[in-house]
């Protein structure tokens, strides 16, 4: 078996085989310059995986989206922007006539159809502007359209986040590609809000969510913006098979190249997501190494970019390492203060800070230097074993504050 | 036994007989126009009794005063602002000195009296200004030193924070008082940064610890600012015994009383400290009724206080509860969501804006007008038991991210 290569192409949801994607502004959303609905389609049945958000309130999406994954084939997702369709008396009827339009207008049973809602909650969702654009919508699907769903399922977004690859896989040139929004309420412990994901190799759909499954711990789960777990948050994976390789259906090499090819698509559309965060000037990255487990240097990782005071500390480009060794002791796992390295990693250099659970002289005009830069990294070293982990943030700012002041009003 | 009641009084941490407090400028803090260091004392040996952060990194002083409390008797507080004392290599020698300081000046064992600092980690606290005012600040101490003392371990809070109340205990009067800091790494699960609480009840230090370990948990541990866990919170009680009343030793009535009697106090200066949060604008209460458990009711209470999303939300005055809903459904602990009801009050009145766990129709304006006031609470009703809880905590604003922003250079 040859090294795992890959190359970046263009295309987002739509690069693989056999999808087409479009949006379009339906009337959901009072700004008329936004789109606000979406729709992705396979040309064949697809095999599905799903993630979901682990709040005890689920949006109506979520709960019918759940369902019709379990059914194990699909071939459309349709979402909306502007009201999350969750906290409504009538909300689970109203996803499922969502499902419902798309069965009629595409002749899909409605149960191979997803569905997803990101924007206010406890709101009703008129399904009458999204009737009324159903077939502008259909007729919007194209081969481009990826960049127009990426627009249409956004929210406080600042811009579409879109992202694939090419790689061979059994000889077979293959893609992986995927449109994603995130920003507000966005924290680990499940996909980061909105995430939907293509590619056409022929896989089936247990090893699908297997694939899926794992690779959220090492990318969306290991996001956070302000530590808020949305209602909706939803992640969906197709695989339409349109690659020609053989199914995968067993945990291979070949899966395991597949695994790869993935997390290359999740970890780039994370660090999309981190750090276009509400109001986030900088994509902070907390590098965790020398951890017993995979788990302690994620557990670790996460609690660090989490902090609001470390998140304030990077919007003023502070070397506060004090408030990263803070935020290490509250996280649920244990390690020994007085083994722990700290720096400050960017483009323009590093500089240690802390040496064994204490501080060391560091030239506070460098580190500010290497704090001023738009991708920062706090390196974090336990010094007690071989396993690592990375999370992903953005900092702590005035226009947070301003954009959820007052969002919904 | 007599109902209970209890009278507010003047005097804080002096309040009780037998303590003096005083504060002073000893260089430890650049800004020569705020006290930095402070002295409280009891004319007698005390029963003691401490709660501590559980963050794993610990300051220097809470590692000494974790000892010196498990000793049982003390008579001495010393404290600093302007430096944590943690993260250093001599911490621990340092905070022994600044025990062994007192000690000298007094002519007290160095365990009988506890330490704490607070303010910038992992930088070197030089001894030598605490050394050379010593006798200033043992010259400061007097019956009307609480306030002195309160501003003296302030860092970033806009007030010093005291608060008494007398009571009735076998016939005699009793008090009970204290000072407090907290504002910035304030969050659940401790003794919220720095309380200083004194008694003249004749209690044991046995039961003071039960006391004091119980209080806290609808106490202190019900504050949340931004969820940063201190390395230095530190919450100490001293009991001199000098109200004459007969020495509670086990589980009475009397035990009841003087718990009670504490909770009042304990709420009080949780409250300023909440109201008092890195840049807040307004003391936010979340009442959740209707609860299984009351440690269900203070798991889901937290939630709310603690969503960065909530706290904007009442910073705009938006009712958003949505979000309420949202930080319920990603606490520790599980509910009906189809059962919650929740509301807004204020002295301007009471607005419901959702019912069984969906959207009702309300008043815009009114509901802006409840938001708009000072000290507002989130009232949520769980709906499916008797228990109830409290948590307190502030709005989230531009001044929050402007403090923390740049707190150390």
């Known amino acids: 078996m040859t090294k795992f ?34 729709l992705i389609m396979s040309d064949v049945p697809c ?66 159809v997803l569905v997803a809602s990101t924007g206010v909650i406890g709101q009703r969702l008129d399904i009458t502007p999204i009737e009324n654009s159903m077939d502008k919508l259909y007729s919007s699907l194209s081969r481009d359209g990826s960049a127009d769903a990426a627009e249409a399922i956004m929210t406080t977004d600042t ?20 449109i994603a929004k995130g920003v507000g309420m966005v924290c680990p412990n499940m996909a980061t809000n909105l995430i939907f994901l293509t590619t056409d190799v022929s896989i089936s759909s247990e090893m699908l969510q297997k694939a899926l499954s794992s690779d959220v711990k090492s990318s969306f789960n290991m996001v956070s913006v302000d530590g808020d777990q949305s209602t909706n948050d939803t992640c969906l994976l197709l695989a339409s098979g349109l690659a020609g390789n053989e199914t995968i259906c067993e945990d291979t090499n070949y899966f395991n190249l597949f695994c790869k090819a993935l997390n290359v698509v999740t970890v780039k559309l994370s660090k ?90 560091f030239s506070e005009d460098k580190a500010k230097e290497i704090l001023s830069e738009k991708e920062i990294t706090i390196c974090v070293n336990l010094n007690i074993g071989r396993e690592k982990a990375e999370a992903w943030g953005c900092d702590l700012t005035y226009d947070y504050v301003k954009i959820n002041g007052d969002y919904r009003t």
């Open 159 to 178: 811009h579409p986040k879109e992202y694939a690859v090419e790689f061979e896989l059994m000889g077979k040139v293959c893609r992986i590609g995927g």
């Open 47 to 112: 095999s599905v995986a799903g993630v979901f958000t682990q709040n005890i309130v689920q949006g109506a999406p979520v709960v019918v989206c759940r369902e019709h994954v379990k059914h194990g084939t699909a071939s459309a997702i349709i979402c909306n922007s502007g009201n999350a369709n969750t906290c409504n008396k009538d909300g689970i009827m109203v996803a499922n006539r969502m499902c419902g339009l798309v069965s009629e207008v595409c002749g899909l049973p409605p149960e191979e």
């Open 272 to 361: 999309m997501l981190a750090s276009d965060g509400e109001g986030a000037t900088k994509l902070v990255t907390c590098e965790v190494t020398g951890a017993f487990s995979v788990k302690q240097a994620r557990t670790i990782a996460r609690s660090v970019i989490k902090s609001s005071l470390v998140k304030a500390a990077m919007f003023g480009a502070d070397a506060n390492w004090g408030r990263v060794l803070c935020a290490m002791g509250y996280s649920d796992d244990r390690f020994e203060p007085s083994m722990v390295d700290v720096g400050f990693r960017s483009n323009k250099g590093y500089v240690a800070v802390c040496d064994g659970g204490c501080g060391v002289d």
């Open 5 to 38: 290569t890959y190359n970046e192409i263009k295309g987002g949801v739509c690069a693989a085989t056999g999808f087409r994607a479009g949006g379009v502004y339906s009337g959901i959303r009072r700004n008329r310059t936004k789109k606000d609905l979406c």
